[in-house]
């Protein structure tokens, strides 16, 4: 083939060079989305949700994989603090249900935890099957298997809800293992046995979930399964924490409010309620509603996180949610709305409630 030497051979040239180079960099910068995508899964995975968004934020969208947008909109879900965005998890979960696993694992924890959509454990049942429809999901197993545990949205079947962690574990998955061990520490679905709980725990922790550092941080601090050694508990607790993990910011926020085997420090363990709150958790937002209803300045504050717990359910927030009606703390006194949420705590198993009926029951005229 004659290379042309003139003008327009030049021409042709360095057109040639030009669209190479935009082709070159527009495989290069390709290459290092689908990374960063890739990346943004495996960090979803290890329980990293804010790292997942920002990793994933910029291009899943437009990515021609639906997967990795609804792996973002999860990420968006469970994310903590600034990350934390409900609704727009909803709105890319959502449309995306019937194409994926993981939109349909979302949008379910989205309906469990009352995020933007109604509170609804049935649907949330529902939308784990499809889930496991689609693909075999080891996150979406265990939790229809939480829910066969406890009855949430499907009659109580512990011993169903066991097995389907049982399987869910045996994939190596640490979340799977994880509730292999909590079944094993509260005897769901199996006999009681601390011991191997915290063996579950170990390999959970090794497997990656950050939970698991929150579980075994407990057993330490309480001598659960495990001697007793409350330096090395709340070390774990603190490294769990570190990890945004909010049941171990709850938890610190409960021993420094007790002051159980620390100094007493109320503002430290508002910081750490706070901070659980910020992903929506219910009993975080039950203690911090609890604690700001005895400041009168923050007693509205404190009912409005007493009305998202008890949102989701949360027993002991319905429970105080009737001391606000009935005794006009944050909120206008209603006897009529205290008797429903008491009736609903002592049907859901909180002792105290029969007490406070009998009380307002007493003083009706």
């Known amino acids: 083939m004659e290379l042309k030497t003139g003008p327009a051979g030049i021409t042709v040239f360095l057109l040639g060079e030009a669209v190479l180079i935009a082709l070159l960099t527009h495989e290069v910068i390709r290459f290092r989305i689908l990374v960063e995508q890739r990346e943004g899964v495996k960090a979803f995975v290890l329980g990293d949700y804010g790292r997942a968004v920002e990793l994933l934020g910029p291009t899943a969208l437009d990515a021609e994989d639906p997967e990795y947008a609804s ?57 784990l099957e499809k889930a496991l429809e689609k693909q075999l999901f080891p996150a979406a197993q265990v939790d ?69 550092l929150y579980e075994l941080g407990n057993c330490f601090y309480y001598g659960f399964g495990v001697p007793q050694d409350r330096k090395e508990g709340l070390r774990l607790l603190n490294l769990a924490a570190g990890k945004n993990v909010d049941m171990a910011l709850n938890q610190l926020g409960i021993i420094y409010l ?14 750490y309620f706070r901070q659980a709150s910020r992903r929506s958790n219910p009993l975080a937002l039950t203690n911090l509603g609890n604690l700001l209803l005895s400041r009168p300045e923050q007693a509205e504050e404190g009912f409005r996180c007493l009305e998202k717990a008890a949102a989701q359910n949360e027993p002991q927030a319905v429970c105080s949610l009737g001391v606000c009606y009935a005794e006009g703390i944050g909120t206008a006194k209603d006897a009529a709305k205290a008797l429903e949420c008491f009736r609903r705590a002592e049907a859901a198993g909180v002792e105290w409630a029969a007490e406070e009926i009998r009380k307002l029951e007493a003083a009706a005229p």
Not at 160 to 174: D, M, P, S
Not at 185 to 206: I, L, S, T
């Open 258 to 271: 007790d002051g159980d085997g620390v100094e007493p420090d109320w503002a430290r363990a508002e910081r």
């Open 144 to 212: 229809l298997g939480a829910a066969y545990l406890h009855g949430l949205g499907v009659p109580a079947d512990p011993e169903k809800g066991f097995e389907l962690i049982r399987q869910a574990a045996e994939t190596g998955n640490g979340f799977g293992i994880l509730m292999l061990g909590r079944c094993h520490a509260g005897g769901w679905g199996v006999p009681a046995d601390p011991v191997k709980a915290v063996e579950c725990y170990r390999q959970a922790a090794e497997a990656g979930s950050q939970d698991a």
């Open 71 to 127: 792996f973002y909109g999860a990420a968006l879900l469970l994310a903590p603090g600034d990350s934390h965005n409900p609704k727009r998890a909803v709105s890319v979960l959502q449309p995306l249900i019937d194409q994926t696993a993981m939109a349909a694992y979302g949008m379910a924890m989205a309906h469990l935890r009352g995020l933007e959509v109604p509170y609804d454990p049935a649907r949330a049942v529902e939308l």
